[in-house]
T-cell receptor, first 105, second 114 residues
Framework: GIQVEQSPPDLILQEGANSTLRCNFS?????LQWFHQNPWGQLINLFY???GTKQNGRLSATTVATERYSLLYISSSQTTDSGVYFC???????FGAGTRLTVKP | ETGVTQTPRHLVMGMTNKKSLKCEQH?????MYWYKQSAKKPLELMFV???????ENNSVPSRFSPECPNSSHLFLHLHTLQPEDSALYLC?????????????FGPGTRLTVL
């Protein structure tokens, strides 16, 4: 089945810093989604982005399906951005292992 | 209620108990999913229901038994579980069609098996 790899596995930032999270996948996909899991376990939809670029406030995402990767950008990070970020591809409904982000005040 | 709801939010059960997890979606979607999230592991898809028909069962042990009486409700019946089944169980829904699969998740049920 398809492999989904996220990097880095852990990221510690100072409040106000910018960051880029990466999701690589091993085969063609036509559906990709980014989520933020808060400390209580709730998965919050960030982007549904099978291709192209989308922006929502301080967050943006880009998927280059032909090169099999997606990037999530977080600008001017805040402590409330802390949590685990997952990408999921809907071939085999496969999730990556996540990037654990800690934003320090 | 809006979105996807799950009850109970927390559940502690013994290995000989029988319990059920409930999921309800208020989004008018036609597909529902159960996922398991164990500590330090990626989310694992357990079951998929599309138009109330089970379309996927990812080699899940028979001690987990799903039920989808209609497109808005999904249950996961649990019996004779093992301590390694302790995990966060997440329900999701989506509107499938035209190649779209955007999923919306409930808050999860945190299950502890003693």
């Amino acid at each position: 089945g398809i492999q989904v790899e996220q990097s880095p596995p852990d990221l510690i930032l100072q409040e106000g810093a910018n960051s880029t999270l990466r999701c690589n996948f091993s085969d063609s996909v036509n559906n990709l989604q980014w989520f933020h899991q808060n400390p209580w376990g709730q998965l919050i939809n960030l982007f549904y982005i099978p291709s192209g670029t989308k922006q929502n406030g301080r967050l943006s995402a880009t998927t280059v399906a032909t090169e099999r990767y997606s990037l999530l950008y977080i600008s001017s990070s805040q402590t409330t951005d802390s949590g685990v970020y997952f990408c999921a591809v809907y071939v085999d409904m496969r999730f990556g292992a996540g990037t654990r982000l800690t934003v320090k005040p | 209620e809006t979105g996807v709801t799950q009850t109970p939010r927390h559940l502690v059960m013994g290995m000989t108990n029988k319990k059920s997890l409930k999921c309800e979606q208020h989004l008018g979607h036609n597909a529902m999913y159960w996922y398991k999230q164990s500590a330090k592991k990626p989310l694992e898809l357990m079951f998929v229901y599309n138009f109330k028909e089970q379309t996927e069962n990812n080699s899940v042990p028979s001690r987990f038994s799903p039920e989808c009486p209609n497109s808005s409700h999904l249950f996961l019946h649990l019996h004779t579980l093992q301590p390694e089944d302790s995990a966060l169980y997440l329900c999701a829904s989506s509107q499938e069609g035209g190649g779209l699969y955007e999923q919306f998740f409930g808050p999860g049920t945190r299950l502890t098996v003693l």
